[in-house]
């Protein structure tokens, strides 16, 4: 039986109110993110899946069928040049970017993005290009997931903290609430990294197992290589970005930290690559105006987390963007990225 929602959806389309507001916003510009983007077909070969929802391809294709219906795709590269009004803005564009440098987003998704001639900005974290090195979050989950034990305590700051083991769903909801608190009570994102480091550390040696020893194969957590990059920009037109050098939150580094992760992983990325890095992403949409002013210092444009559309105006070094939506209804995807949804973001169709 269709809900309240679903039926007052249907009636702003069929009425024409999405159709009015999308024409009404038509010259802002909207940007979407996504991070790991697995091929449909080989998830269910795969030895785990993470505990954090995963776009796949098969949900890629009919998002992007979706979006070409009502949008035109632009690189971010484009964006930029029409928000400092260098060129001629362009009626509902759309802009696609992926955030920490994943292969599969060159393996799995490249070979979608080119069929719908979308030009994504991959925002790759240098260090981990690097050495190939998973990001926390992918190594935790991994190594969390190793355990036999009905639970595994931890301390954070002096606080206990028991992850439920006893189910997936369960585990999937202690993992969540993890990293919501380690994100509020950490204010120096060095000591944060430090302390996962050494947890991930002791389960691995719990448990015999570790991302890091199966990642050259892993279809979720292995990092592009500057190689793959560099073949992506030049197969698929993909453009690349700054995600500093660690996937730091730099609004939680002093001035001088800041600084580090901005300019070496811009120079990073400009000399493996050979080609101009003008944009940055701010890893866990962390910011202050320490870091806005640096960020200004060497790059072009830098992207949030923040809901909202871009237009001619805004902070260059705050852009907003929203989450690549997925799902099988044309209408739900549509209104999940519209100005009319943030219209009505207080709503019961928020």
């Not at 000399?271 to 806005?292: G, I, M, R, V």
Request: hydrophobic share 35%; glycine share 4%.
């Amino acid at each position: 039986m269709p809900t309240l929602k679903s039926i007052i959806l249907k009636l702003i389309f069929n009425l024409g109110i999405f159709s009015l507001f999308h024409y009404i916003h038509r010259k802002k510009i909207t940007i979407l993110y996504a991070h790991s983007i697995v091929k449909s077909s080989d998830i269910n070969s795969s030895s785990w899946q993470p505990l954090r929802v995963q776009h796949n391809t098969d949900e890629l294709t009919f998002t992007l069928s979706t979006l070409s219906e009502r949008y035109q795709f632009i690189s971010l590269s484009t964006a930029n040049k029409i928000l400092k009004e260098e060129i001629k803005p362009i009626n509902n564009a759309l802009v696609i970017t992926l955030d920490d440098g994943y292969l599969n987003n060159i393996k799995a998704a490249g070979p979608i993005f080119s069929k719908f001639n979308i030009h994504p900005t991959i925002f790759v974290s240098s260090e981990h290009t690097e050495k190939n090195i998973p990001f926390w979050f992918d190594r935790l989950d991994y190594a969390l997931q190793q355990i036999k034990e009905d639970d595994f305590s931890t301390q954070i700051l002096g606080e206990s903290f028991m992850f439920d083991c006893t189910s997936r769903k369960r585990l999937t909801t202690s993992y969540s609430d993890f990293r919501r608190r380690i994100k509020l009570q950490f204010n120096d994102d060095k000591i944060m990294r430090n302390y996962l480091d050494t947890l991930s550390t002791s389960i691995e040696m719990h448990t015999g197992k570790a991302l890091k020893d199966v990642i050259n194969d892993d279809i979720y957590a292995q990092i592009a290589s500057w190689k793959e990059l560099k073949s992506a920009t030049e197969k698929f037109n993909f453009e690349i970005g700054s995600h500093t050098i660690n996937h730091a939150r730099i609004g939680l580094l002093n001035e001088n930290d800041i600084d580090v992760e901005l300019s070496h992983s811009k120079r990073t990325i400009e000399y493996k690559l050979q080609l101009a890095c003008n944009t940055f992403c701010y890893p866990d949409n962390s910011c202050k105006d320490t870091a806005e002013t640096l960020v200004k210092k060497y790059y072009q444009c830098a992207l949030t987390t923040e809901p909202g559309l871009n237009k001619v105006g805004d902070n260059m070094i705050q852009f907003k963007r929203m989450n690549l939506p997925t799902g099988t209804n044309q209408h739900k995807i549509l209104y999940k990225i519209s100005a009319l949804r943030l219209s009505l973001q207080n709503t019961i169709l928020g």
